[in-house]
């Protein structure tokens, strides 16, 4: 069974110019993950990392900051003293003291600490056994149970699985429709029992119905409580007797910060759960959730969500999301999302056509639709390394919609050759895409710009195969 995904639209952040493409947002705009923490980290480094030589004062100064940072990040307390007492331990010492860049062995420093708090090495998602493997996602209720069932899907079908949803929520009314939609959104089949069964039986069931259909993994979204409490967690055990599955993973709410750290806890006690899932990552969270979850529970962070779209999932990786955290981009997971969205012989053709400068508005509107489905564009730029020194930033979408709406209203003669757009034909593409005659000047003016730069970057592209993005 495959997945077609459907590509990812892009939401409106806020009215904008034509041809603005990155710029400061301001107080309270959109965010992306870890923008706050981030920000207070760079801002105790400063002092470190513009100075030939730093004492142990210095060091000391930089390390409360970064302590006071965690701390309003949400991380649990008893983390962030350990950890910047472990950072401590190692730059104060003589390797970083007469180090010729002592600010940044420090950052080097937080950075190693940093993977290791987060869980060092990534934690593989396992589908162990004989078929048809059994993952059971649980959680409390509102965490994005049922959403992450049909990531997951989406997921494991990219993958070459075929994955069968079974809505063992009986006490949710909206719980198994909300299944069933999104597996018919994605092509995956939905298992929701006989009428009355209990989750247990149905959880049984649509064993039976995958052994019968050729399914190999079988996803069950259990139900879940307001709270922890005795009743949910003895049915869990149940299914999780009845159909040993491969996976328990815990669906964790990051913006409720600390919070979904303690439910961990409580979930640890009562039922060895083998990962968490972190959800709404793309929000306006601190991050305190990430950071300290291993740290307090011992368990690894096997997904995060990071985004409403099927296809807004990532697996974890500590390395990457230090990176993240401390405004080093994540350039793997932005070559990763380019390779699913662009096809490498398309790739190859544009660079021959970018070298000739032959590009055209055709092909810039094809790597639009590339540019979509690798997600929302503030998520992108901040895998882009550096582009945290840049300040707060926001991508104004709006004004790729302008561009798109502009290139949609033009003949196709036109955007293969926009040299034959005259004075009348702006009129008409203004008119038919909702924009005015000074948008589309000022496209047809940027374009002949990027073009000159593009036979620039199609050189360098023959070696990473990523997509030519819009540079305005």
Not at 296 to 306: D, E, H, L, M, R
């Amino acid at each position: 069974m495959s997945v077609c995904p459907r590509s990812a639209t892009l939401s409106t952040v806020r009215p904008g110019r034509l041809g603005d493409g990155v710029r400061s947002s301001p107080e309270g705009g959109p965010r992306r993950m870890f923008d706050q923490l981030s920000q207070r980290l760079e801002d105790a480094f400063r002092s470190l990392t513009g100075r030939g030589k730093l004492t142990e004062a210095n060091i000391e100064e930089a390390l409360r900051e970064v302590r006071r940072a965690l701390l309003e990040a949400d991380v649990n307390f008893k983390v962030a003293r350990s950890f910047v007492d472990d950072v401590r331990a190692r730059a104060i010492g003589q390797e970083v003291l007469r180090s010729l860049t002592p600010g940044q062995q420090v950052v080097k420093i937080v950075h190693e600490e940093l993977v290791g708090l987060l869980g060092g090495a990534s934690e593989p998602f396992r589908l162990s056994g004989a078929a048809p493997a059994v993952v059971m996602v649980v959680g409390l209720q509102g965490s994005g149970k049922t959403t992450f069932c049909g990531k997951l899907a989406r997921h494991l079908c990219k993958r070459g699985k075929s994955p069968l949803l079974a809505a063992a929520d009986t006490y949710r009314p909206a719980a198994q429709e909300q299944l069933a939609t999104l597996g018919r959104g994605l092509d995956v089949p939905v298992h929701r029992g006989t009428a009355g069964a209990s989750p247990v039986a149905i959880a049984q069931s649509a064993l039976s119905e995958a052994r019968g259909s050729g399914a190999d993994v079988v996803i069950l979204d259990t139900a879940g409580r307001l709270h922890v409490d005795e009743e949910m967690m003895a049915e869990l055990s149940e299914i999780r007797t009845a159909t040993r599955p491969s996976e328990i993973l815990l669906v964790l709410d990051s913006m409720t910060g600390q919070d979904a750290v303690n439910v961990a806890t409580e979930f640890m006690g009562r039922l060895e759960f083998t990962g968490a899932v972190l959800t709404k990552l793309d929000g306006d969270t601190r991050g305190g959730a990430a950071v300290s979850l291993r740290a307090v529970t011992g368990k690894p962070i096997k997904f995060a969500s990071v985004g409403e779209k099927m296809d807004a999932l990532e697996a974890f990786h500590p390395d990457r999301m230090a990176s993240r955290i401390l405004g080093m981009g994540d350039v793997l997971t932005l070559a990763e999302r380019a390779q699913e969205a662009v096809d490498q012989d398309e790739a190859a053709r544009l660079e021959e056509k970018l070298r000739k400068q032959a590009f055209t508005f055709e092909d810039f509107q094809q790597q639009l639709a590339a540019l979509k489905k690798m997600g929302p564009l503030d998520q992108l730029a901040g895998m882009i390394p550096g582009m945290n020194k840049l300040g707060q930033v926001a991508v104004d979408e709006d004004a790729l919609k302008k561009v798109e709406a502009i290139i949609n209203s033009m003949t196709p003669g036109e955007r293969r050759d926009p040299g034959v757009i005259d004075g009348s034909r702006r009129k008409r593409i203004a008119a038919g895409s909702g924009t005015t005659v000074q948008d589309v000047n000022r496209l047809l003016k940027q374009f002949g710009s990027m073009k000159k730069m593009m036979k620039q970057f199609g050189k360098l592209g023959r070696r990473g195969k990523l997509p030519i993005v819009n540079p305005f």
